[in-house]
């Protein structure tokens, strides 16, 4: 039986765990840099100790935190293999292509033809239609549509029940907010809202820029 770490113990941990189990994998230990919690269990899993102590455990990792910023930095400084978990009950085609990393979850669908970038997570219920090319370290939350070929840059969040009609990029680190709909192309670095989504502010906190560009997907 498979065997990994969780890092983090807050976000996505619990979800995390669940789908491994039901993935036959074993969860060894969750670990997380808030001292208060060490010595505590989230979904009967230890919490062992700090970050820093995940590479001893000498299993492959994957990253629970849903901000793509925290994800993107814990990565680039742990010295960890990583592993995607996929719920069960999620559907990712066999023409699908998902980096190291991944995470998919209850329910979620990846259709034919998609690319997703290491560090992803797709949440419960989400759909990710045809031909879509979605970038590193993105936060796709639970009941995200995003309709066929739309890209999403590296870093970018689309919060719950958010939706992309086909053919539109979501730029690199940019926030689509809560239920809001995204009819044309929204630039990097900021943040959107409503029904037609509209650029209301650009976020405090500027992403670091990805080595990986995308290029435009057009439906032939």
Known sequence: ???I???????HAAEIIHAARLSKMTVRGVYDDDSRLWGQSIAEVPIKGPISQAAHAGVPA??????????????AQLPLNWQSVIHPQAIVDQFAQLERGCVVLDGAVVQPGVQIGAHTIVGAKATVAHDCL???????ATGVQL??????????????GAIVIPNVLVGRGSVVCAASVVIRDVPEFVRVA???AKVL????????????EFGRVQAG
């Open 147 to 160: 309709a066929g070929f739309v890209q999403v840059g590296h870093s970018a969040s689309l919060e719950t």
């Open 62 to 75: 994957v990253l629970a935190a849903s901000n793509p910023q925290q994800r993107q930095e814990l990565a």
């Open 5 to 11: 770490v969780v890092i983090g113990a807050r976000d």
């Open 134 to 140: 979605v970038g590193q370290f993105v936060e796709i």
């Open 194 to 196: 409503g029904v037609p």
């Open 1 to 3: 039986m498979r065997q």
């Open 201 to 212: 502010s650009i976020p405090t906190t500027v992403l670091a820029e990805s080595p990986l």
